[in-house]
């Protein structure tokens, strides 16, 4: 595993509108990946259809091997133009990057993307060519560890008309922001959460428009081991503790009893930092060979809190005056840092994370731990689970 694609889009919808009417769809497969962008004509239900239609369409076909002319005709051919605006139903960017990192880019109508490589602004030649009577501008780049693709819909270039910028954010503008924000974070969530978050308030909390980023980033991957809560059998606390001895990534305990029994078994020390203490985050604590040491259900779930709060915020907003305690460092660590992560669950139930107006077996902690899992997916995350 040489690269990870780092996929990450985040979206704002017009205001008073319940659906958004700009779509992203991307997926894996043996030969890379292949990730489309669309935004419908105008917004609401009406554009959310088409959007939908354009990227469900484009990554099928080319998904089966289908050619990117056929694609595209495909397309134009479903979604006809307005009759009354001459504007096509919906714009769209598609990118295909295979395992050598080459990566070929297709637009049509919207926002040209943004290419970032060795923390600077990379221009990309670009050959227009027509394709079922429509102009579409192709490129290709061969990427490297590091580099970013950013593509915007036209939602944030017009961010702020009327209200904060006479004449919205221009692309200059964009461009030189998108690069800082490259350059200071390491995963696509979190540019993209700092980026929305920045549209929304030049909209001051009322967009003008469906607006959203897609950020593309390749990166080395980082591993991350985390063992929250103890096996249900006792008897595998050895098993557990082999696991954690072998791993060779970043390892995180999120729970008192399981870092007890990884201090009992590995016969390790472990240490309590009283100053990490914060009026709803317990202490964390240090042990040798682990990145972190937490409390369990109130840190987990202080973190599930700051990650669902990133889907339209920056990292600095959610984690106010750089907070040092253990949600904080969690959050950061499965946010920024890690690529993969391998979920250690252990089954057993602590009477204290039972709800009292659930049935029995209802657990809070598990709740907790699987809505974390399920944002974290949606972050682009790889995740894995395995339970004791």
Request: hydrophobic content about 35%; aromatic content about 8%; charged content about 25%.
């Amino acid at each position: 595993m040489d690269n990870f694609f780092d996929i990450n889009y985040k979206s704002i919808n017009k205001h008073n509108e319940e659906l958004c009417g700009d779509k992203v769809e991307y997926i894996y497969d043996d030969d890379g990946c292949i990730i489309v962008i669309s935004d419908g004509l105008g917004s609401g239900v009406k554009a959310n259809i088409l959007a939908t239609m354009t990227t469900k369409i484009a990554v099928t076909m080319l998904k089966n091997n289908a050619s990117i002319d056929d694609t595209i005709e495909t397309i134009i051919n479903t979604l006809p133009e307005c009759k009354v605006r001459k504007l096509a139903y919906s714009t769209f960017t598609i990118i295909k990057i295979d395992k050598e990192n080459n990566a070929y880019i297709a637009e049509y109508d919207n926002p040209p993307y943004f290419y970032y490589s060795h923390k600077r602004i990379i221009p990309v030649e670009k050959k227009e060519r027509i394709i079922g009577s429509k102009k579409i501008y192709e490129s290709n780049i061969k990427l490297d560890i590091g580099d970013t693709i950013c593509v915007v819909s036209d939602g944030a270039v017009h961010a702020g008309i009327g209200q904060l910028l006479n004449l919205g954010w221009s692309r200059d503008e964009i461009n030189e922001y998108l690069r800082e924000l490259n350059n200071v974070n390491k995963s696509s969530q979190l540019i993209n959460g700092n980026f929305i978050g920045v549209c929304n308030n030049l909209y001051n909390n009322e967009p003008g428009d469906d607006t959203t980023i897609l950020t593309i980033k390749v990166r080395k991957p980082e591993v991350i081991d985390v063992f929250i809560g103890p096996p249900a059998d006792k008897s595998l606390d050895s098993q557990l503790a082999d696991i954690m001895k072998n791993s060779e990534n970043m390892k995180i305990i999120c729970g008192g009893t399981t870092a007890l029994i990884a201090e009992r078994e590995l016969d390790k020390q472990l240490e309590v930092d009283l100053d990490s203490m914060k009026d709803d985050v317990p202490p964390i604590a240090y042990m040798d060979g682990f990145d972190l040491v937490t409390e369990g259900v109130l840190t987990l779930g202080k973190a599930l809190e700051n990650i669902k709060s990133l889907s339209k915020s920056s990292y600095e907003s959610v984690v106010r005056n750089n907070s040092y305690d253990g949600a904080t460092l969690l959050t950061y660590m499965l946010t920024d840092i890690g690529t993969h992560i391998n979920f250690y669950i252990g089954r057993a139930v602590n009477p204290a994370h039972q709800n009292p107006n659930f049935p029995m077996g209802y657990n809070i902690k598990q709740n907790i731990v699987d809505n974390l899992i399920d944002e974290l997916k949606k972050a682009g995350k790889q995740v894995d689970v395995l339970f004791f």
